[in-house]
């Protein structure tokens, strides 16, 4: 009777855990800003636009056939892949950059309150002759519900930054990056967060020359936050009476042998 009814513990405490460690389903908004910017750093006026959903098209001055892509998911590992790539314009001015903004709001932590570790990787496309072209972009993670929210097209989704954002990781094609991967963590992640990626794409063409027609650039932007759970020890009256397992099977051999 006593080791079934371990057995039921047993299996109610492997059922619990297992409950806890499966995230729940939630609703995830992506915004996606899509700019040109200057020598400076600063937007190109009317070289900006504002969209909701995983996918976006757009067309600037120096960059033409913008295509941006997102792909996410939730869990123990949260993740953020961004895909972008562009042609280029034949006047194109190597000191204007392409800057991509991509914020997803619906990540779920199964294990609140514990520390998590943010990677940021960045890895250039090589469709380009003539020149280099180089990705560079950040990770950062906010906390929900936002301040400006992912919903609407009127600005740049923002809200508390709760870890990050980290280094810039960037990698260049032909040629290679050294710092394609950054990391860094929060010390207690909460329940629900965002992450935010912010992406520039630069094309610059070799000394004395010019970018071949028909180049593209842009590559992939890659997020990913890893949560786990902390050891739980076990339940007070659980150990007790594992503890007691051993000396109920000697007090039944010393009965037998009484006997």
């Not at 409950?19 to 908004?29: C, F, G, I, M």
């Not at 941006?68 to 950059?97: E, F, M, R």
């Not at 992640?189 to 027609?213: E, F, K, M, W």
């Not at 180049?215 to 949560?227: E, P, R, Y």
Request: charge should be neutral; proline fraction near 6%; include cysteine.
């Amino acid at each position: 009777m006593f080791l079934r009814k371990m057995r039921w513990l047993c299996a109610a405490l492997v059922a619990t855990v297992a409950t806890v460690a499966t995230p729940a389903l939630s609703k995830a908004d992506t915004q996606i800003l899509i700019q040109e910017l200057d020598g400076g750093g600063s937007p190109v006026g009317g070289q900006l636009q504002i969209t909701t959903g995983t996918s976006a098209s757009f067309a600037t001055t120096n960059f033409t056939n913008i295509q941006v892509t997102t792909n996410s998911g939730s869990g123990a590992i949260g993740s953020l892949t961004t895909n972008v790539s562009a042609n280029l314009s034949s006047t194109l001015d190597p000191s204007h950059t392409l800057q991509v903004v991509v914020t997803n709001d619906g990540y779920i932590n199964p294990f609140p309150g514990q520390p998590a570790a943010i990677t940021n990787t960045a890895g250039a496309s090589s469709a380009i002759g003539g020149g280099t072209n180089t990705i560079t972009g950040t990770t950062e993670l906010m906390s929900v519900p936002l301040t400006n929210p992912t919903t609407q097209t009127s600005t740049v989704a923002s809200g508390t930054v709760i870890a990050g954002p980290t280094a810039a990781a960037a990698d260049t094609r032909p040629g290679g990056g050294s710092s394609n991967e950054t990391t860094t963590s929060s010390s207690s992640l909460p329940d629900n967060y965002a992450i935010q990626q912010t992406i520039t794409v630069r094309a610059t063409p070799n000394a004395g020359g010019s970018i071949a027609t028909g180049s593209t650039v842009g590559g992939t932007m890659g997020s990913t936050v890893f949560t786990a759970a902390a050891p739980v020890p076990a339940p007070a009256g659980l150990v007790l009476a594992l503890t007691a397992i051993p000396a109920l099977g000697l007090r039944r051999v010393l009965r037998r042998k009484t006997a």
